[in-house]
């Protein structure tokens, strides 16, 4: 095996001391050495190549607990991407050079305007009109097509666009009522819909019966064909941002993790997996129903017979519960009633039955299963911690390592709670960032003390890994904004007490941190003997201006050894 000597840039271990070296030699797909030059080079052995940093900074190559890199890239495929269109004509050209080449009568579902990981950043308001183009705008683009302008989740109201064609396709006509439920069709002075609808039309999480009818009836056009060549190329683009390893465990399938076990069968998985199946049905159009009784004990069953801890590729670690949601859908469960984005009170909403969680922990604790729980507010984390520590003394749940995912706010006594019970903890800074205006506005300010707080969580001593999901999608601003915290609507940075920590924790949580979250200690570190996968960097993530982070550049990753960017 052929060695590589990196040296001439600052190399941030990560590793159990932290350290920081000038010189780190591989060998195949493994570490060999890491420290100063003169001691790592007393390890070559043979021929090495020396690989020159020229300044630039070297960290383990980061791994993402929650980045849902399959749902991203699918649907992305799927998508004509509008993202960077500044104007209708852009919009209309994008569409008219898809519906040359797609078949007459295929539906061309097209992106929304803006970023796909990110809140607030962009959307159709920045068009130089202020709203996405209407119908008659769309069907000279082509009438020969059905063209849906999708809108996502996080953020609503949100907005859609449809031509004629795609008003056909959708159901709506002149006789449709200008609201129905939280969805507004838009009508022009002769009261004729303008293709435009807005409103609870995202494709996820609308918790809308309409919003609900709409999508289904753009799903049987999803094109499922699209889904391995789609992650495969989605795989590449997370490597370029610097990330070697994904924890896939939210909104899971069996269907879906079978694609990443096929791509593993034929040696083509790029990207190491660790992976997790949810146990309920919840979050898309069409699974807004719970599953039938026998189908959700089968479908555990099934994920209980699939475990593998060992593989160098790809693991399967255990099952999911969503326990609430977030503050955009009127989902989070909160102690006191707060105004959803429609003006209407809620408590929140549970996403699976006390029932069937009690049912998954004791599946989870009897067969080996690790449990991943995510839940977002304090009366979710009232309701959680009641029912695991009921359990514990029975099913020594603090001896399980299990995970406690997103936790968007939470109380230091819940904290010390779940750490007791040997809980990890796993975040994305998006959620917080993103949401955190909204919750000052509806709920008040007192959520500010309990939002993302990460320095309690390290002073827990719990294990925090971080993650990409709902943006931005780069690890390196997520970085930042664990460090900033700072509130996308106002700019206001909420950095009190509970939520301070430093430039090695903050990485650490994409390194070390999350590799113990994943109870995988070969990865996440540069130590001797652990898997040889790097990230080069174009800055010192620790020394850098922190409101730079976001730019930060990607030089190379190195997977198993070998650069792949």
Not at 99 to 119: D, M, Q, R, V
Not at 348 to 365: F, K, N, Q
Request: net charge negative; with cysteine; aromatic share 8%.
């Amino acid at each position: 095996m052929r060695q590589r000597l990196y040296r001439g840039g600052r190399i941030y271990t990560m590793d159990e001391e932290r350290r920081v070296v000038d010189a780190v030699l591989t060998a195949g797909e493994r570490v060999v050495a890491a420290g100063s030059l003169d001691e790592v080079r007393s390890h070559v052995t043979g021929g090495v190549k020396h690989v020159d940093l020229h300044g630039a900074t070297m960290t383990p190559g980061l791994i993402d607990t929650h980045p849902h890199m399959l749902h991203w890239s699918w649907t992305t495929a799927m998508h004509v991407p509008l993202w960077h269109c500044r104007n209708h004509a852009e919009i209309a050209a994008a569409i008219r050079a898809e519906a040359e080449k797609t078949p007459e009568g295929e539906l061309i579902l097209c992106s929304p305007i803006g970023e796909p990981h990110f809140f607030h950043k962009r959307s159709y308001r920045d068009l130089e009109e202020a709203v996405l183009p209407d119908r008659h705008v769309l069907d000279h683009a082509t009438s020969r097509h059905p063209v849906v302008i999708t809108a996502w989740a996080p953020v609503r109201p949100g907005m859609i666009a449809a031509n004629s064609r795609g008003l056909e396709l959708l159901g709506v006509t002149a006789d449709s009522p200008d609201r129905i439920g939280n969805v507004w069709v838009e009508k022009d002075s002769a009261a004729e819909p303008t293709g435009r609808l807005s409103g609870s039309v995202i494709t996820y999480y609308a918790y809308d019966a309409y919003g609900d009818e709409l999508i289904n009836r753009l799903a049987p056009h999803f094109r499922w064909d699209r889904l391995v060549p789609s992650v495969r190329d989605g795989i590449e683009r997370y490597k370029r941002l610097g990330i070697t390893t994904v924890y896939e465990n939210h909104m899971l399938e069996d269907e879906m993790l079978d694609v990443y076990r096929r791509l593993r069968h034929d040696d083509d998985l790029a990207i190491r997996v660790v992976s997790s199946q949810e146990a309920e049905a919840y979050g898309f159009a069409w699974s807004a129903q719970p599953r039938a009784d026998a189908d959700f004990r089968e479908r555990l069953e099934r994920a209980a017979s699939k475990l593998d801890h060992e593989d160098a590729l790809l693991r399967f670690n255990g099952i999911t519960i969503a326990w609430d949601g977030y503050c955009y859908g009127g989902t989070m469960m909160m102690r006191q009633p707060y105004l959803d984005v429609y003006g209407k009170l809620t408590g929140g909403r549970r996403h699976i039955s006390l029932e069937r969680a009690e049912h998954v922990m004791r599946l989870c604790a009897e067969r080996g299963m690790r449990l991943n729980i995510l839940a977002m507010g304090l009366a979710a984390h009232d309701e959680v911690l009641e029912l695991l520590e009921r359990l514990d003394p029975e099913l020594d749940i603090a001896a399980r390592n299990w995970v406690l995912c997103h936790a968007t706010t939470i109380e230091n006594d819940q904290i010390d709670r779940y750490k007791a019970l040997g809980f990890a903890h796993t975040t994305s800074m998006a959620f917080g960032c993103g949401e955190g205006d909204l919750m000052c506005r509806t709920m008040g300010r007192y959520v500010l003390e309990h939002l993302h707080p990460l320095r309690r969580f390290f002073d827990a001593g719990m294990a925090v890994g971080a993650g990409t999901d709902w943006g931005p999608l780069s690890p390196w601003a997520q970085v930042e904004l664990s460090l900033t915290h700072e509130l996308m609507d106002s700019g206001y940075r909420n950095t009190g007490a509970n939520q301070r920590i430093s430039r090695l924790e903050a990485l650490a949580m994409f390194t070390s941190d999350a590799a113990k979250v994943l109870r995988w200690p070969e990865i996440g570190s540069i130590a001797p003997g652990n898997f040889a996968d790097l990230a080069i960097i174009d800055r010192d993530p620790v020394e850098c201006d922190v409101d730079t982070l976001h730019d930060t550049r990607v030089v190379q990753t190195i997977f198993n050894g070998e650069a792949v960017t």
